[in-house]
Protein backbone atom coordinates (compact mmCIF):
# COMPACT_ATOMS: atom_id res chain seq x y z
CA UNK A 1 0.00 0.00 0.00
CA UNK A 2 1.53 3.44 -1.25
CA UNK A 3 4.66 1.45 -1.71
CA UNK A 4 4.73 -0.54 1.57
CA UNK A 5 4.36 -4.38 2.64
CA UNK A 6 1.16 -3.91 4.71
CA UNK A 7 0.17 -6.91 7.08
CA UNK A 8 -3.61 -8.14 5.28
CA UNK A 9 -5.30 -6.83 8.50
CA UNK A 10 -3.73 -3.94 8.55
CA UNK A 11 -4.51 -2.86 4.37
CA UNK A 12 -7.44 -0.19 5.44
CA UNK A 13 -8.67 2.79 4.30
CA UNK A 14 -10.94 5.52 5.67
CA UNK A 15 -14.39 5.94 4.90
CA UNK A 16 -14.08 9.15 3.61
CA UNK A 17 -11.61 7.72 0.89
CA UNK A 18 -12.46 10.08 -2.34
CA UNK A 19 -12.53 7.32 -4.76
CA UNK A 20 -15.40 5.13 -2.76
CA UNK A 21 -17.60 7.97 -3.34
CA UNK A 22 -17.39 9.09 -6.75
CA UNK A 23 -15.73 5.72 -8.45
CA UNK A 24 -12.90 7.17 -8.64
CA UNK A 25 -10.62 3.85 -9.15
CA UNK A 26 -8.77 2.27 -11.98
CA UNK A 27 -7.70 -1.93 -11.34
CA UNK A 28 -6.12 -4.57 -12.77
CA UNK A 29 -7.11 -8.44 -12.34
CA UNK A 30 -3.94 -10.34 -13.01
CA UNK A 31 -2.95 -14.17 -12.41
CA UNK A 32 0.01 -15.83 -10.98
CA UNK A 33 0.61 -19.55 -12.17
CA UNK A 34 2.56 -22.25 -10.86
CA UNK A 35 5.01 -23.12 -13.35
CA UNK A 36 7.47 -26.14 -13.27
CA UNK A 37 10.05 -23.06 -12.45
CA UNK A 38 7.99 -21.83 -9.69
CA UNK A 39 5.41 -19.46 -9.63
CA UNK A 40 5.04 -16.77 -12.48
CA UNK A 41 3.13 -13.82 -13.63
CA UNK A 42 1.27 -14.02 -16.97
CA UNK A 43 1.47 -11.25 -19.51
CA UNK A 44 2.59 -9.11 -16.51
CA UNK A 45 3.96 -5.86 -18.56
CA UNK A 46 0.85 -6.04 -20.99
CA UNK A 47 -1.36 -5.95 -17.49
CA UNK A 48 1.05 -2.68 -16.32
CA UNK A 49 0.11 -1.24 -19.54
CA UNK A 50 -3.33 -1.33 -19.06
CA UNK A 51 -3.12 -0.13 -15.96
CA UNK A 52 -0.86 2.93 -16.70
CA UNK A 53 -3.74 3.78 -19.66
CA UNK A 54 -6.63 3.57 -17.25
CA UNK A 55 -4.59 5.84 -14.85
CA UNK A 56 -3.99 8.30 -17.74
CA UNK A 57 -7.39 8.23 -19.43
CA UNK A 58 -8.45 9.13 -16.15
CA UNK A 59 -5.50 11.94 -14.98
CA UNK A 60 -4.12 10.08 -12.18
CA UNK A 61 -0.43 10.36 -11.89
CA UNK A 62 0.27 7.22 -10.09
CA UNK A 63 4.26 8.10 -9.11
CA UNK A 64 5.09 4.96 -9.93
CA UNK A 65 7.03 3.77 -13.24
CA UNK A 66 5.72 0.35 -15.67
CA UNK A 67 9.41 -1.23 -13.65
CA UNK A 68 8.27 -0.58 -10.46
CA UNK A 69 4.63 -1.33 -10.69
CA UNK A 70 5.67 -4.87 -12.22
CA UNK A 71 8.19 -4.99 -9.74
CA UNK A 72 5.74 -4.16 -6.64
CA UNK A 73 3.27 -7.10 -8.38
CA UNK A 74 6.37 -9.84 -8.10
CA UNK A 75 7.10 -8.61 -4.43
CA UNK A 76 3.56 -8.58 -3.39
CA UNK A 77 3.29 -12.40 -4.56
CA UNK A 78 6.74 -13.27 -3.23
CA UNK A 79 5.44 -11.81 -0.01
CA UNK A 80 2.48 -14.35 0.11
CA UNK A 81 2.58 -18.14 0.73
CA UNK A 82 0.35 -19.03 -2.28
CA UNK A 83 1.78 -20.31 -5.45
CA UNK A 84 -1.06 -19.23 -7.26
CA UNK A 85 -2.95 -16.44 -6.91
CA UNK A 86 -4.92 -13.49 -8.74
CA UNK A 87 -3.23 -9.50 -8.72
CA UNK A 88 -5.34 -6.97 -8.12
CA UNK A 89 -3.37 -3.77 -8.82
CA UNK A 90 -5.53 -0.67 -7.81
CA UNK A 91 -5.08 3.12 -8.06
CA UNK A 92 -7.80 5.52 -6.52
CA UNK A 93 -8.55 8.99 -5.26
CA UNK A 94 -7.43 8.88 -1.61
CA UNK A 95 -8.98 10.90 1.74
CA UNK A 96 -8.61 14.50 1.96
CA UNK A 97 -10.88 16.48 -0.25
CA UNK A 98 -14.93 15.46 -0.41
CA UNK A 99 -16.57 16.81 -3.87
CA UNK A 100 -16.51 15.58 -7.33
CA UNK A 101 -13.19 17.29 -8.35
CA UNK A 102 -10.89 14.30 -8.29
CA UNK A 103 -7.90 16.19 -9.52
CA UNK A 104 -7.48 17.51 -5.84
CA UNK A 105 -7.41 14.05 -4.68
CA UNK A 106 -4.33 12.51 -3.48
CA UNK A 107 -3.78 8.97 -5.52
CA UNK A 108 -3.14 6.08 -3.75
CA UNK A 109 -1.78 2.91 -5.19
CA UNK A 110 -2.06 -0.75 -3.95
CA UNK A 111 -1.62 -4.49 -4.81
CA UNK A 112 -3.27 -7.06 -3.28
CA UNK A 113 -3.67 -10.97 -3.83
CA UNK A 114 -5.52 -13.39 -3.34
CA UNK A 115 -6.41 -17.45 -4.05
CA UNK A 116 -8.79 -17.77 -6.77
CA UNK A 117 -10.47 -20.24 -8.35
CA UNK A 118 -11.80 -19.93 -11.48
CA UNK A 119 -14.22 -17.36 -11.20
CA UNK A 120 -17.44 -19.23 -12.68
CA UNK A 121 -16.10 -22.19 -10.94
CA UNK A 122 -14.69 -25.43 -12.29
CA UNK A 123 -17.86 -26.61 -14.03
CA UNK A 124 -16.53 -23.69 -16.79
CA UNK A 125 -14.09 -25.42 -18.32
CA UNK A 126 -15.77 -28.91 -17.66
CA UNK A 127 -19.74 -28.42 -18.82
CA UNK A 128 -19.66 -24.54 -19.54
CA UNK A 129 -21.59 -21.84 -17.81
CA UNK A 130 -25.18 -20.94 -18.26
CA UNK A 131 -25.41 -17.28 -19.62
CA UNK A 132 -28.23 -15.03 -20.41
CA UNK A 133 -28.90 -11.91 -22.33
CA UNK A 134 -28.98 -9.11 -19.99
CA UNK A 135 -31.83 -6.59 -20.22
CA UNK A 136 -28.51 -3.61 -19.04
CA UNK A 137 -27.14 -2.52 -22.32
CA UNK A 138 -23.00 -2.18 -21.71
CA UNK A 139 -21.74 1.36 -21.14
CA UNK A 140 -21.01 3.31 -24.42
CA UNK A 141 -17.50 5.38 -24.83
CA UNK A 142 -19.69 8.27 -25.42
CA UNK A 143 -20.41 7.97 -21.72
CA UNK A 144 -17.50 5.77 -20.06
CA UNK A 145 -13.89 4.98 -20.88
CA UNK A 146 -14.67 1.60 -21.83
CA UNK A 147 -10.90 1.21 -22.30
CA UNK A 148 -10.07 2.31 -18.69
CA UNK A 149 -10.35 -0.68 -16.13
CA UNK A 150 -12.39 2.10 -13.79
CA UNK A 151 -14.79 0.68 -10.98
CA UNK A 152 -17.47 2.95 -12.02
CA UNK A 153 -17.97 0.66 -14.93
CA UNK A 154 -18.76 -2.64 -12.77
CA UNK A 155 -21.54 -0.46 -11.58
CA UNK A 156 -22.92 -1.59 -15.51
CA UNK A 157 -21.23 -5.05 -14.81
CA UNK A 158 -23.00 -5.86 -11.41
CA UNK A 159 -26.19 -4.73 -12.19
CA UNK A 160 -26.31 -7.30 -15.44
CA UNK A 161 -25.03 -9.97 -13.21
CA UNK A 162 -27.14 -9.44 -10.23
CA UNK A 163 -29.61 -10.01 -12.84
CA UNK A 164 -28.07 -13.22 -14.19
CA UNK A 165 -27.93 -14.45 -11.23
CA UNK A 166 -31.72 -13.30 -9.79
CA UNK A 167 -33.20 -15.57 -12.85
CA UNK A 168 -30.78 -18.83 -12.08
CA UNK A 169 -27.87 -18.42 -14.74
CA UNK A 170 -24.55 -18.07 -14.18
CA UNK A 171 -23.27 -15.06 -15.90
CA UNK A 172 -24.87 -12.05 -18.47
CA UNK A 173 -23.79 -11.36 -21.88
CA UNK A 174 -23.95 -7.59 -22.24
CA UNK A 175 -25.38 -6.25 -25.66
CA UNK A 176 -24.51 -2.54 -26.99
CA UNK A 177 -25.74 0.41 -27.70
CA UNK A 178 -26.36 -0.81 -31.55
CA UNK A 179 -27.75 -4.41 -29.91
CA UNK A 180 -24.88 -6.50 -31.25
CA UNK A 181 -22.79 -8.74 -28.64
CA UNK A 182 -20.23 -6.69 -26.32
CA UNK A 183 -18.96 -8.75 -23.67
CA UNK A 184 -19.81 -10.58 -20.33
CA UNK A 185 -19.44 -8.37 -17.02
CA UNK A 186 -16.38 -9.31 -16.48
CA UNK A 187 -15.17 -11.36 -19.42
CA UNK A 188 -14.69 -11.20 -23.37
CA UNK A 189 -17.08 -13.33 -25.33
CA UNK A 190 -15.93 -15.56 -28.20
CA UNK A 191 -18.33 -17.98 -31.01
CA UNK A 192 -17.10 -20.13 -33.38
CA UNK A 193 -19.96 -20.77 -36.15
CA UNK A 194 -18.49 -23.70 -39.04
CA UNK A 195 -15.13 -23.93 -37.66
CA UNK A 196 -14.24 -19.72 -37.87
CA UNK A 197 -13.89 -18.13 -34.42
CA UNK A 198 -14.64 -14.64 -34.42
CA UNK A 199 -14.90 -12.29 -31.25
CA UNK A 200 -16.42 -8.67 -31.24
CA UNK A 201 -14.08 -5.91 -32.84
CA UNK A 202 -12.36 -3.47 -30.15
CA UNK A 203 -15.20 -0.84 -31.68
CA UNK A 204 -17.89 -2.98 -30.19
CA UNK A 205 -17.38 -1.11 -26.90
CA UNK A 206 -15.55 -3.45 -25.18
CA UNK A 207 -12.83 -3.78 -23.00
CA UNK A 208 -9.62 -5.42 -24.90
CA UNK A 209 -8.82 -8.16 -22.75
CA UNK A 210 -5.20 -9.83 -22.27
CA UNK A 211 -6.79 -12.68 -22.15
CA UNK A 212 -8.64 -12.00 -25.63
CA UNK A 213 -5.83 -11.31 -26.93
CA UNK A 214 -4.04 -14.45 -25.86
CA UNK A 215 -6.86 -16.47 -27.96
CA UNK A 216 -6.45 -14.23 -31.16
CA UNK A 217 -2.79 -15.45 -30.74
CA UNK A 218 -3.35 -19.05 -29.94
CA UNK A 219 -5.99 -18.96 -33.27
CA UNK A 220 -2.86 -17.64 -35.39
CA UNK A 221 -0.70 -20.19 -34.01
CA UNK A 222 -3.19 -23.18 -34.20
CA UNK A 223 -4.30 -22.39 -37.61
CA UNK A 224 -7.90 -21.59 -36.76
CA UNK A 225 -9.74 -19.43 -38.84
CA UNK A 226 -10.46 -16.02 -36.99
CA UNK A 227 -11.84 -12.77 -37.41
CA UNK A 228 -13.39 -9.45 -35.45
CA UNK A 229 -16.92 -9.10 -36.17
CA UNK A 230 -20.09 -7.82 -34.85
CA UNK A 231 -22.70 -10.42 -33.96
CA UNK A 232 -26.25 -10.44 -33.17
CA UNK A 233 -27.60 -12.21 -30.07
CA UNK A 234 -29.13 -14.71 -32.26
CA UNK A 235 -26.00 -15.10 -33.76
CA UNK A 236 -25.16 -16.25 -30.80
CA UNK A 237 -27.81 -18.86 -30.05
CA UNK A 238 -26.99 -20.44 -33.34
CA UNK A 239 -23.16 -20.93 -32.86
CA UNK A 240 -21.59 -24.08 -32.44
CA UNK A 241 -19.49 -23.50 -29.38
CA UNK A 242 -19.11 -20.11 -27.36
CA UNK A 243 -16.83 -19.44 -24.46
CA UNK A 244 -15.88 -16.38 -22.01
CA UNK A 245 -11.77 -15.18 -21.77
CA UNK A 246 -10.60 -13.10 -18.51
CA UNK A 247 -8.31 -13.46 -16.19
CA UNK A 248 -10.27 -14.50 -13.41
CA UNK A 249 -12.35 -16.72 -15.02
CA UNK A 250 -9.69 -18.05 -17.55
CA UNK A 251 -11.64 -19.71 -20.81
CA UNK A 252 -14.98 -20.75 -19.67
CA UNK A 253 -17.74 -22.72 -22.23
CA UNK A 254 -20.96 -21.50 -22.70
CA UNK A 255 -23.41 -24.49 -22.55
CA UNK A 256 -27.01 -22.43 -22.89
CA UNK A 257 -27.83 -19.04 -23.42
CA UNK A 258 -31.68 -18.54 -22.72
CA UNK A 259 -32.52 -22.22 -23.09
CA UNK A 260 -30.49 -22.32 -26.36
CA UNK A 261 -28.14 -25.67 -25.74
CA UNK A 262 -24.75 -24.69 -27.22
CA UNK A 263 -22.38 -26.78 -28.20
CA UNK A 264 -24.31 -29.92 -28.67
CA UNK A 265 -22.23 -31.69 -30.83
CA UNK A 266 -19.14 -30.67 -28.60
CA UNK A 267 -16.43 -28.17 -28.46
CA UNK A 268 -13.34 -29.15 -30.35
CA UNK A 269 -12.05 -25.32 -30.85
CA UNK A 270 -13.01 -24.14 -27.20
CA UNK A 271 -11.12 -27.44 -26.00
CA UNK A 272 -7.86 -26.77 -27.49
CA UNK A 273 -8.05 -23.12 -26.76
CA UNK A 274 -8.43 -24.37 -23.06
CA UNK A 275 -5.77 -26.98 -23.58
CA UNK A 276 -3.49 -24.61 -24.86
CA UNK A 277 -4.21 -21.51 -22.49
CA UNK A 278 -3.56 -24.00 -19.88
CA UNK A 279 -0.02 -24.86 -20.83
CA UNK A 280 0.90 -21.43 -21.44
CA UNK A 281 -0.58 -20.23 -18.25
CA UNK A 282 1.78 -22.90 -16.28
CA UNK A 283 4.89 -23.02 -18.46
CA UNK A 284 4.78 -26.44 -20.11
CA UNK A 285 4.64 -24.98 -23.64
CA UNK A 286 7.54 -23.43 -24.35
CA UNK A 287 6.70 -20.92 -27.52
CA UNK A 288 4.65 -18.87 -24.45
CA UNK A 289 7.33 -18.79 -22.27
CA UNK A 290 7.87 -15.04 -22.95
CA UNK A 291 4.52 -13.86 -21.37
CA UNK A 292 5.67 -15.30 -17.89
CA UNK A 293 7.70 -13.01 -15.57
CA UNK A 294 9.44 -15.23 -12.53
CA UNK A 295 7.76 -14.53 -9.30
CA UNK A 296 9.04 -16.58 -6.65
CA UNK A 297 10.83 -20.45 -7.38
N1 LIG B 1 -14.19 -7.28 -20.21
C1 LIG B 1 -14.35 -6.74 -18.99
C2 LIG B 1 -15.45 -5.78 -18.76
C3 LIG B 1 -13.48 -7.08 -17.95
O1 LIG B 1 -13.64 -6.57 -16.73
C4 LIG B 1 -12.45 -8.02 -18.18
C5 LIG B 1 -11.53 -8.41 -17.07
N2 LIG B 1 -10.45 -7.54 -16.97
C6 LIG B 1 -12.32 -8.55 -19.48
C7 LIG B 1 -13.22 -8.16 -20.47
C8 LIG B 1 -11.23 -9.53 -19.79
O2 LIG B 1 -9.97 -8.89 -19.76
P1 LIG B 1 -8.67 -9.70 -19.41
O3 LIG B 1 -8.63 -10.85 -20.32
O4 LIG B 1 -7.57 -8.73 -19.68
O5 LIG B 1 -8.74 -10.11 -17.99
Not at 108 to 129: D, Q
Not at 260 to 273: E, F, L, N, Q, V
Amino acid sequence: MDGKLVPWDDAKIHVLTHGLHYGMAIFEGIRAFSTPHGTAIFRLGEHIERFLNSAKIYRMDLGYSAGELAKACVETVRNNPAKECYIRPLAFTGYGEMGLNPLTSKISVAIATWEWPAYLGNESTNRGVRATVSSWTRIDSRSMPVQAKCAANYANSALAKMEALGSGYDEAILLNTQGMVAEGPGENIFRVKDEILSTPPASSGILRGITRDTVIQFARDLSIKFYRNDSTKEELYTSDEVFFSGTAAGIAKVREIDGRRIGYDGTPITDKIIKLYDQATHGTAKRYSKWLTPAKP
